[in-house]
């Protein structure tokens, strides 16, 4: 359960502050339902209604992680790699699940596969797996700048610190 003024990640649009919990009713005739009121952080999001009791939404409402969880996320990556898959189609569905779930430690490892593989190939990936590897690093840089108050263009060295 969140509370007005929680900070939270919800599905895969980014993070948000809970502005408020109240009861709306959404045209004539609808019931009163009380609902989540979300604010994106970033700038020119639309506000998210999520029905407090539809579970299969509220699911999607999950807790940013701290400063704490995010050395324990790093430190539970070390030593550890995604496998290159190389069917290209076969790569981006899979890859395309792991940006869906936006569990930090498989993140943390996609982009360092994709990182390894455009300084293996003379050509750099492919505008798929250089689209993919944006997505994943912007998930990264969003989540854990704001948790640990950096500026996201020093999330990455923020990483590479903490790896070696």
Known sequence: MFYKGDYLKYGAQGIFQVKDIRPIRFGPGAPLQRYYVLQPIAA???????PADNPLLTERMQPVPTAEEIDRIIRSVRGHSLPW?????????????????????????LIGCLYQQSC????????????????AKGIIDEEFSFSLCLPAEEVGSYIRSRLT
């Open 44 to 50: 020119g999001g639309a506000q998210v209604f999520v």
């Open 85 to 109: 898959i190389s069917d290209h189609k076969e790569r981006a569905a899979g890859y395309q699940q792991i940006l869906t779930r936006r569990s930090e430690p498989e993140l943390l490892l």
């Open 120 to 135: 293996r190939r003379a050509k750099g990936l492919s505008p798929a797996d250089s689209r993919i590897l944006k997505e």
